[in-house]
């Protein structure tokens, strides 16, 4: 009996430890990285769970939560399994907290994106999206992209901003972003053309997180008198 409640005391005491250990980790790699990504914001949230289980293994006293679960049913826990899943089910976007963005200009980031696709350098244009864009195409089929779309308008002879606004979500996606609406004249086409360049906070830096070319023609897009005159 003696040995039971011996190693019974051993098992509770290393996962307090495993708790403290890793919830210090969490709290290191917060501040080293405030702007994690989607994978990165999953570990975080698994290990902080994890870990605030492992702490309240050996916390006096007993909690108990009811958590609905969004398919069918729900989850009734206690005890260390309760502090797990109130971290685990609890989402921090309903808090109503909003990232800071970075403190860089976004536009000058938008520039260097715009330089390099007029110079038809599609490689390095396509470096400069957030990894969640990079993730979901491929840097070839955004080149072949580049080349079908873009590349036959020609050179940019005149492009102008129209419009600019800094939504906090854009499809469901979560912010910050900044977005640029542009018009232009290219050499190739006697067509004005609309351009959308999005930029989203990514691991405290813009990275371009969009780019739409398009026809502005009526009634959709309202060609402007700037380009039409030229």
């Known amino acids: 009996m003696a040995r039971l409640l ?10 307090f430890v495993f708790g403290v250990v890793f919830l210090t980790a969490i709290l290191t790699l917060v501040v080293k990285n405030p702007y994690p990504t989607p994978a990165q ?3 975080f949230r698994l290990t902080l769970a994890l870990s605030a289980a492992g702490v309240g293994a050996l916390l006096p006293g007993f ?3 009811d958590v609905p679960l ?3 049913g729900g989850l009734r826990a206690g005890g260390a399994l309760a502090l797990f899943a109130s971290v685990w089910f609890f989402d921090p976007a309903h808090l109503g907290v909003i990232v800071k963005p970075p403190e860089e200009d976004a536009s000058l980031l938008m520039d260097q994106f715009l330089n390099l696709t007029d110079a038809q350098n599609h490689s390095d244009a396509y470096a400069l999206f957030a990894l969640r864009d990079r993730e979901r195409v491929r840097e070839s089929d955004y080149i072949s992209m580049g080349e ?5 308008l020609g050179k940019i002879e005149k492009r102008i901003l129209i419009g600019a606004d800094t939504p906090n979500e854009i499809m469901g996606i979560p912010g910050p972003f900044v977005r640029h609406l542009y018009q232009g004249k290219f050499s190739g ?3 004005i053309w609309a351009e959308a360049v999005t930029a989203i906070a990514e691991n405290g830096v813009w990275r371009i997180g ?3 070319l398009a026809p502005c ?3 959709t897009c309202a060609p402007s008198q700037a380009l039409m005159s030229k």
């Open 6 to 15: 011996s190693r019974l005391n051993y098992e509770k005491v290393a996962v």
């Open 41 to 43: 914001f999953f570990v």
């Open 63 to 65: 909690i108990k939560v």
């Open 70 to 72: 969004p398919l069918k």
């Open 148 to 152: 079908q779309v873009r590349d036959p």
């Open 189 to 191: 086409t006697k067509d």
């Open 210 to 212: 969009g780019y739409n």
């Open 217 to 219: 023609m009526v009634p």
